[in-house]
């Protein structure tokens, strides 16, 4: 059973620093495609960066220059660095995995992957 938690959201003020975490279990975790989706109010669901198995990452507009994600096969663990954070970055943020890689051009579409973690709240503060 495939399991995605999350940990490492919060609140922090406009300009600061989050790193999310995502523990994964349950399937091999370096293969496939893993990324981080978030959800504002009212909003729907959309893409922030995702990564393949190769390690080659792809970013929404919204996040370029800004957020960073990585992956630690040995430790299982996705992550999200995200810097310079500011209230419109305000979300409920989701890992996702699927066992495989879907064209690259949509590996920022949800429903693209089969897995999903629980979501950590993510406020950027003014």
């Known amino acids: 059973q495939v399991q995605l938690v999350e940990s490492g959201g919060g609140s922090v003020q406009a300009g600061g620093s989050l790193r999310l975490s995502c523990a994964a279990s349950?399937?091999?975790?370096?293969?496939?495609?893993k990324g981080w989706f978030r959800q504002a109010p009212g909003k729907e669901r959309e893409g922030v960066a995702v990564?393949?198995?190769?390690?080659?990452?792809r970013y929404a507009d919204s996040g370029k220059g800004r957020f960073t994600i990585s992956q630690d096969n040995a430790k299982n663990t996705l992550y999200l660095q995200m810097n310079s954070l500011q209230p419109d970055g305000t979300a409920v943020y989701y890992c996702?995995?699927?066992?495989?890689?879907?064209?690259?051009?949509?590996?920022?579409?949800?429903?693209?992957?089969?897995?999903w973690g629980q979501g950590a709240q993510v406020t950027g503060s003014s």
């Open positions: 990564i393949d198995s190769h390690g080659r990452t």
């Open positions: 349950g399937y091999t975790f370096s293969s496939g495609c």
């Open positions: 996702a995995a699927d066992r495989e890689c879907r064209a690259w051009w949509s590996l920022l579409l949800s429903r693209n992957y089969d897995y």
